[in-house]
């Protein structure tokens, strides 16, 4: 009992900062229609760029974010401007590609700055645990958990009542009459790619505490982001978020009570599962 | 099959140059033959995909799914099972064929888009590679050693470097001919109606499963046949490697590069990544890792905003304009 309690607290709050690095995602489908196959590894490279800035000024991860998330907004602007955009509007498979290369562009970019070795930023709550009942909760788990929501209310309540958000869901409505409306949807469309990257900038701070990083780690981030994205129903920001918790959960669970390979294997399964049998996610679109 | 197939076998270019590339074995050195026999499979591994991702249109991402079975479970069946490697190769084969036509059955029954799609061959992908990494009887994660190559053609032995080079040429010419034969039979262009637009390719009445699994189907077979080839030729068999979702990445990027849908351009694709790719690791890989397919990243990158039909039909354009031009100067 109190194993399985452990797991899904533990569960609980890996799984909303993947409903975090899955929403960014959600965003630049709706607006775009592009599936970001690089999503991973600018996790990754939001990952780098705290242990640079660890390396040369011991920076704590959670305080570089000042510094990583305008950068990788930059990035994801320029990114979507110069590299997407002009050949957005052509087949899936060309943006997929593209993606791809972009994806392998930043791994391998990392690979010979960084090498291929392992290596950790740590910080300074990482060791901190707390004591709730018999299940004990790490600190880092908890700040990932805390701002993961925080984060999610925040872009929601930006979409429901700024302009910005109110333009974005717009273009992600019906485009053509959103430019009838005088909104710029080249300009949103920017914009939601290079808030999408901004935030991983974030979620790749709240997951890096204790996890030894690698260049070559990029997939599985992007895999993960996908079943989350796709549990969610790809737009739906509630059900997302709710995504990340059933595979945070699952695969908590997994690991505990399952064979070594089931447990590996059973996000997958779920989200094949969920793909064949209720393509349009968790929960019904209002 | 259209008209122009036969003539095509019959002009003497394609035999001169097979004919050429024959006698590799004797002028190049080692290392250059070996950058040839791996640039030959990765050109057979990505026309195979072509039938699939090129002609049909289906964005498959499960093709390390073929090349595992025609590896891991052949050399499994040798080394723990004692099983022939030619009737491991024939078993393996059977068994993508199998899998490939259940994946299409999914594909119809479910009627994914070409993301779902996409994304669920995906997970099929990277299930395979933890499944075989943690399955002790296909080698787990440590891989599997297969006996020495002592020659012996019977026993799947190839002599050495120059005999899976030409067992490699004639696989991939055999790839490049069958992608040929579908692009100029009806089966080619029922598929290229379900790539364009499915649901008018199915009014008019071009069955979607029968197609596509039909696409699938063989694919398989020449991907797991290939790496069947490819296990014997590493010796070492490394699910890493050959269970990788990122090999099936790599196939699909060779494939895109050389320009996707067309006979030659997947083979095309490999031949200008692959040994750019293997020089670039063999010179600079001790103190750059990853240099090779930070380079591919850019190539692919400028490739698909430069060329977005790919390399060999761009190639293909420019030479019909100009022998235009010159028969209008004339």
Same mark, same amino acid.
């Given at each position: 009992m109190d194993e399985l309690l452990q797991a899904l607290v533990q569960g609980f709050?890996?799984?909303?900062?993947?409903?975090?690095?899955?929403?960014?995602?959600?965003?630049?489908y709706g607006v775009s229609g592009i599936v970001n196959f690089a999503?991973?590894?600018?996790?990754?490279l939001g990952m780098y760029l705290c242990f640079a800035l660890f390396t040369a000024f011991a920076l704590d991860p959670y305080v570089s974010v000042i510094f990583t998330v305008p950068i990788m907004i930059a990035l994801g602007a320029l990114v979507y401007r110069f590299l997407i955009k002009p050949i957005a509007g052509r087949q899936l498979l060309m943006v997929i590609q593209l993606t791809l290369g972009v994806a392998l562009l930043i791994q391998n970019g990392l690979m010979m700055v960084f090498g291929g070795q392992p290596t950790r930023a740590p910080s300074m709550i990482e060791s901190k645990l707390f004591l709730v009942g018999d299940v004990v909760i790490r600190g880092a788990h908890l700040v990932a958990c805390i701002v993961s929501f925080a984060l999610a209310i925040l872009l929601y309540v930006m979409l429901q009542s700024t302009d910005t958000g109110r333009a974005i869901r717009a273009v992600q409505q019906e485009p053509r009459a959103a430019a009838l409306m005088g909104v710029d949807v080249g300009r949103v469309q920017v914009m939601t790619f290079a808030i999408g990257v901004g935030v991983l900038a974030i979620a790749a701070a709240l997951l890096l505490p204790g996890l030894p990083i690698q260049p070559t780690q990029g997939l599985r981030f992007t895999v993960i982001t996908l079943l989350v994205f796709v549990l969610g129903g790809m737009t739906n920001f509630v059900a997302i978020m709710l995504g990340g918790i059933v595979i945070g959960v699952a695969e908590a669970i997994g690991t505990i009570y399952m064979t070594h390979t089931l447990g590996q294997l059973l996000p997958y399964l779920i989200f094949v599962a969920i793909m064949l049998f209720r393509p349009q996610g968790l929960v019904w679109r209002s | 099959m259209r008209p122009d197939f036969w003539p095509a076998l019959r002009s003497p270019f394609p035999w001169i140059i097979l004919a050429f590339a024959a006698t590799m074995p004797f002028l190049l050195p080692n290392y250059y033959l070996h950058i040839?026999?791996?640039?030959?499979?990765?050109?057979a591994l990505a026309s195979a995909w072509n039938i699939v991702g090129g002609i049909a249109g289906q964005i498959s991402l499960a093709h390390s799914l073929f090349v595992g079975a025609g590896a891991m479970l052949a050399s499994a069946l040798l080394v723990k099972l004692g099983v022939n490697m030619w009737l491991g190769m024939v078993i393996a084969a059977a068994a993508s064929a199998a899998m490939g036509a259940a994946v299409s059955f999914i594909d119809y029954r479910?009627?994914?888009?070409?993301?779902?799609?996409?994304?669920i061959t995906m997970a099929f992908a990277e299930m395979a590679e933890?499944?075989?990494?943690?399955?002790?009887?296909?080698?787990?994660?440590?891989?599997l050693f297969l006996p020495k190559d002592k020659g012996d053609i019977l026993a799947f032995q190839f002599g050495g470097i120059s005999g899976v080079y030409w067992i490699m040429l004639a696989m991939t010419t055999l790839c490049v001919v069958v992608n040929f034969a579908i692009l100029s039979s009806p089966l080619?262009?029922?598929?290229? &109606? #379900? /790539?364009?637009?499915?649901?008018?390719?199915?009014?008019?009445?071009?069955?979607?499963?029968?197609?596509?699994t039909l696409a699938m189907t063989i694919s398989a077979v020449l991907t797991s046949i290939v790496g069947t080839i490819y296990a014997r030729y590493l010796a070492f068999v490394d699910p890493y490697l050959l269970v990788s979702p990122v090999l099936t990445i790599e196939i699909v990027l060779f494939a895109t590069v050389g320009g996707l849908g067309t006979a030659l351009g997947p083979a095309v694709g490999a031949f200008l990544l692959a040994p750019l790719g293997e020089i670039l690791r063999g010179h600079l890989g001790g103190f750059l890792p990853g240099l090779h397919y930070f380079v591919?990243?850019?190539?692919?990158?400028?490739?698909?905003?430069?060329?977005?039909?790919?390399v060999w039909? &761009? #190639? /293909?354009?420019?030479?019909?304009?100009?022998?235009v031009q010159e028969a209008r100067a004339s």
């Open positions: 709050f890996v799984g909303s900062a993947y409903g975090l690095l899955a929403l960014g995602m959600g965003l630049v999503h991973g590894d600018f996790v990754s | 040839l026999t791996i640039t030959l499979v990765y050109a479910f009627r994914l888009g070409h993301l779902s799609f996409a994304l933890i499944y075989v990494t943690n399955t002790e009887f296909l080698g787990g994660a440590s891989g080619g262009y029922n598929l290229r &109606s #379900i /790539r364009d637009n499915e649901n008018a390719a199915q009014a008019i009445g071009v069955g979607l499963l029968r197609n596509k591919y990243g850019l190539v692919v990158v400028g490739v698909i905003m430069l060329m977005p039909a790919g039909p &761009s #190639i /293909r354009a420019r030479i019909a304009r100009k022998s």
